[in-house]
């Protein structure tokens, strides 16, 4: 079993409404979590890192939500746009033995219809 | 100019051939990847670089060599190509080994007939 579940696996959306995406993960110890937006034929690009200590944190129209207690992050878009389509991947860190090891979620798929 | 550049954009071959993936970064980072992302949009680590010192190989075929001729550059290499390599290959840097936040170049596109 994967150590990082996203849900929903895709969903499409309005331009302009808002959607929420899901990160669980079960990794430990945990040091950080990232959410990455991965373009149509693109590398994946760090939108927002979030750290043990930290709740809450936006990016322009993107906040990201951490619970370390439940081990649940989540990505919220407000006023969607047509290029927030893309693929997000939930990244976690965790520090082992002085060598840190990221765990990949497969991604929520967004898809922005006008 | 690009931070994470890799050759070629899209790579198609028949099945028993030998290729090969050039990857070079310009942000002076210590750390390079190579990651393999398959049909279902699946991103898994191959290799791992620091300052051309490997210290991570997550069993991967050896059909695939890694090659590091300095910190700015981690070319990848596969031989007797097999259908199942069939993926986009991403290259990426980071700051300092243990730095998670990663820079990922655009990918290349291997097709194996």
């Known amino acids: 079993k994967n150590q990082v579940e996203q849900s929903p696996q895709s969903l499409i959306i309005l331009e302009g409404k808002n959607c929420t995406l899901q990160c669980n993960y079960t990794v430990s110890p945990f040091s950080n979590l990232r959410w990455y937006k991965q373009d149509t034929g693109r590398g994946p690009v760090s939108l927002t890192i979030m750290t043990f200590s930290e709740n809450t944190k936006s990016n322009g129209r993107y906040t990201a939500t951490l619970d370390a207690d439940t081990k649940q992050s989540s990505l919220h878009i407000t006023a969607s746009q047509l290029s927030d389509s893309a693929s997000y991947i939930c990244?976690?860190?965790?520090?082992?033995?002085?060598?840190?090891?990221?765990?990949f979620g497969k991604g929520n798929q967004v898809v922005v219809i006008p | 100019d690009t931070a994470v550049s890799q050759t070629p954009k899209y790579l198609v071959t028949q099945m028993g051939n030998d290729k090969s993936i050039k990857c070079e970064q310009n942000l002076g980072h210590d750390t390079m990847y190579w990651y393999k992302q398959d049909s279902k949009k699946f991103l898994k680590i191959m290799f791992s670089y620091n300052n051309k010192e490997l210290i991570i190989n997550e069993t991967v075929p050896n059909r695939f060599s890694p090659k590091s001729p300095d910190k700015a550059h981690l070319n990848l290499h596969i031989n007797s190509l097999e259908l199942g390599d069939s993926a986009v290959y991403f290259c990426?840097?980071?700051?300092?080994?243990?730095?998670?936040?990663?820079?990922f170049g655009s990918g290349t596109q291997l097709s194996v007939l």
């Open positions: 990426a840097s980071s700051q300092a080994r243990g730095s998670e936040k990663l820079f």
């Open positions: 990244v976690v860190s965790s520090l082992r033995y002085g060598n840190n090891r990221l765990a």
